[in-house]
């Protein structure tokens, strides 16, 4: 196994426990969308990253070549990261606004009394 192998398989399993620690505390932040998400997308990183060979098998058999294989996944592992990132950048933005709009309609709503 090698070094870059166990990075990812690291980085894998902490963003897939991390999302469902999340589920199972209830966070709003964490719907069951976003946890189907992050079990497949990194479910299917931590498997790639343990069995390559099944990687190597299957861009073998659609016709792919072994380096660009590489550099396609570890692409797509950053693309990830950032989508997640931003995902969870998106939904907090949604409950601070939600929060300061409920505020401003209870305001207005204790003046009208």
Known sequence: ????????????FLFLSNGI?????????????????????WGSILFFSLFPKTAQEFSSAIGLGENLNTLIFIGFVIIFIIVFKL???????????????????????DKKL
Do not use: H, W
Request: proline share 0%.
């Open 1 to 12: 196994m090698s070094i870059y192998q166990i990075i990812l398989a690291t980085v894998a």
């Open 21 to 41: 620690l999340k589920f199972i505390k209830r966070e709003r932040s964490q719907t069951f969308f976003k946890l189907f998400l992050t079990l497949t997308i």
């Open 87 to 109: 995902l969870n950048i998106i939904e907090k933005l949604e409950q601070n606004i939600s929060e300061i709009v409920r505020k401003e309609a209870l305001e207005k709503i």
